[in-house]
T-cell receptor, first 113, second 115 residues
């Protein structure tokens, strides 16, 4: 099993450009999450999904959109990137039920110029 | 919403000494408290977790204690080794429908174990 994977690993955008980050998991997990990590601020939840076809806002959702059309994939979109969105983005997933551990992907380092 | 505070932000110990990291949370509905370790450039990985119906949990050199009344929980690492050097994050969260959870993370503690 590959676990949780993220595409791309690195990306540089110009202000105003758009992009989509892909998270994929092969563990049949119900729950998926997108976090951003900034120095000194820990991990902050952007959006999450409790199952295929569902999405919900987290702590810092502004400027981001998400979709979960397939159970194994969770997409994070930036419609008009801003320098404040420069960060490391982590995706995570958890099975649900008795399986509560969140498994993280390797991260995507995004720089917005 | 939930607010998690973590202290200290940096911690330096000598190899073999113990390290303690403390967190407080605000939402009394939180019932799940994991600790993650993140090495430089790597993803966070769960090292230990505790549910609110348990006061203490131990796994070899790592232990977590929870005081639900005071809304604080702590990570204890004994006999520290150089490979324990990393950033440690606490988190607090509650259940989502169906068994998943929604976590709020602390701001992290940079632990350095010196030889």
């Amino acid at each position: 099993n590959a676990g949780v994977t993220q595409t791309p690993k690195f990306r540089v955008l110009k202000t105003g450009q758009s992009m989509t980050l892909l998270c994929a998991q092969d563990m049949n997990h119900e729950y998926m999450y997108w976090y951003r990590q900034d120095p000194g601020m820990g991990l902050r939840l952007i959006h999450y999904s409790v199952g295929e076809g569902t999405t919900a806002k987290g702590e810092v959702p502004d400027g981001y959109n998400v979709s979960r059309l397939k159970k194994q994939n969770f997409l994070l979109g930036l419609e008009s990137a801003a320098p404040s969105q420069t960060s490391v983005y982590f995706c995570a997933s958890t099975y649900g039920g008795d399986g509560v551990e969140q498994f993280f992907g390797p991260g995507t380092r995004l720089t917005v110029l | 919403g939930e607010n998690v505070e973590q202290h200290p932000s940096t911690l330096s110990v000598q190899e073999g000494d113990s390290a303690v990291i403390k967190c407080t949370y605000s939402d009394s509905a939180s019932n799940y408290f994991p600790w993650y370790k993140q090495e430089l450039g790597k993803r966070p990985q769960l090292i230990i977790d505790i549910r609110s119906n348990v006061g203490e949990k131990k796994d070899q050199r790592i232990a977590v204690t929870l005081n639900k009344t005071a809304k604080h929980f702590s990570l204890h690492i004994t006999e520290t080794q150089p490979e324990d050097s990393a950033v440690y994050f606490c988190a607090a969260g509650g259940d989502l429908t169906g068994g998943g959870n929604k976590l709020t993370f602390g701001t992290g503690t940079q632990l350095k174990v010196e030889l």
